[in-house]
């Protein structure tokens, strides 16, 4: 097997689920199930599923780039949103990222960790 490295934010559920906030292995980069939860635990975007989606996408550029990619080696994301009502905004802010790049893409409605919680996403890179 190739190499693996991992990337860690330091939350508390990353040592009790027994998860990384990314791994590559190769060229591939998968990132975890990301909410919008700073390094303090606290959540970010309040009741504003598109400003938790922004601080989302951002925490994923941030593990994808730490192990060696960008956003624009996305090749998949899969967004969950605590009531599907919300899926405009999310889509939007996607679309902001994501635009240009046009990965696979799947939106879901899905009971999320807690219900502050409006919007989680993951990602798959594939580095050149």
Same mark, same amino acid.
């Given at each position: 097997?190739?190499?693996?490295?991992?990337?860690?934010?330091?939350?508390?559920?990353?040592?009790? !689920?027994?998860?990384?906030?990314?791994?590559?292995? /190769?060229? %591939?980069?998968? #990132?975890? /199930?990301? $909410?919008?939860?700073?390094?303090?635990? *606290?959540?970010?975007?309040?009741?504003?599923?598109?400003? %938790? +989606?922004?601080?989302?996408?951002?925490?994923?550029?941030? !593990?994808?780039? %730490? &192990?060696?990619?960008? &956003? %624009?080696? #996305?090749?998949? $994301?899969?967004?969950?949103?605590?009531?599907?009502?919300?899926?405009?905004?999310? !889509?939007?802010?996607?679309?902001?990222?994501?635009?240009?790049? *046009? =990965?696979?893409? $799947?939106? #879901?409605?899905?009971?999320?960790?807690?219900?502050?919680? +409006?919007?989680?996403?993951?990602?798959?890179? +594939?580095? =050149?």
């Amino acid at each position: 097997m190739p190499d693996r490295t991992s990337v860690n934010t330091g939350t508390h559920w990353e040592s009790i !689920a027994g998860y990384a906030r990314a791994v590559r292995v /190769g060229n %591939q980069i998968w #990132v975890s /199930g990301t $909410t919008a939860t700073d390094s303090d635990g *606290r959540l970010v975007g309040g009741n504003d599923p598109a400003a %938790q +989606l922004r601080f989302i996408i951002r925490k994923i550029e941030r !593990a994808i780039a %730490q &192990l060696g990619g960008a &956003l %624009q080696h #996305v090749v998949r $994301t899969r967004i969950y949103v605590r009531d599907i009502s919300m899926w405009e905004p999310v !889509a939007r802010v996607h679309g902001e990222f994501f635009g240009d790049i *046009r =990965p696979a893409n $799947t939106l #879901v409605e899905a009971r999320l960790v807690g219900d502050e919680y +409006l919007v989680e996403m993951e990602a798959d890179a +594939l580095i =050149p």
